[in-house]
């Protein structure tokens, strides 16, 4: 299995921005379809976006679509998400997870490989 490593989550104010960053060991990651998952307080884990093996297909979660950007670097072995105009509502730990078994899904039971999460905190 691929390790996952987030990074790049913090406080921010409503209306900002932050990268978050997934960085995978080994030298197939691009064998693997890449997700982005979230969970608030309370809440279950939700759907935000994924990313096909190659990088040419997206898709997002409704709630998110048009703000946050997910995309990938095979060279690097780093699936990105860029979110823009963040809402309170947005506040989580975020999670990257990995699948090789499809090219590309948003269902979370299809992922095997999961990240530690990194907390993203949007202050109104």
């Known amino acids: 299995q691929v390790q996952l490593v987030e990074s790049g989550g913090g406080l921010v104010q409503a209306g900002g921005s932050l990268r978050l960053s997934c960085a995978a060991s080994?030298?197939?990651?691009?064998?693997?379809?890449m997700g982005w998952f979230r969970q608030a307080p309370g809440k279950e884990r939700e759907f935000v976006a994924s990313?096909?093996?190659?990088?040419?297909?997206?898709s997002y979660a409704d709630s998110v679509k048009g703000r946050f950007t997910v995309s990938r670097d095979n060279a690097k072995s780093t699936a990105y998400l860029q979110m823009n105009s963040l809402k309170p509502e947005d506040t989580a730990v975020y999670y990257c997870?990995?699948?090789?078994?499809?090219?590309?899904?948003?269902?979370?039971?299809?992922?095997?490989?999961w990240g530690q999460g990194t907390q993203v905190t949007v202050s109104s």
């Open positions: 080994g030298r197939t990651f691009g064998t693997y379809a």
């Open positions: 997870a990995a699948t090789p078994f499809i090219s590309t899904t948003t269902k979370e039971a299809d992922f095997r490989s």
């Open positions: 990313i096909s093996r190659s990088g040419g297909r997206q």
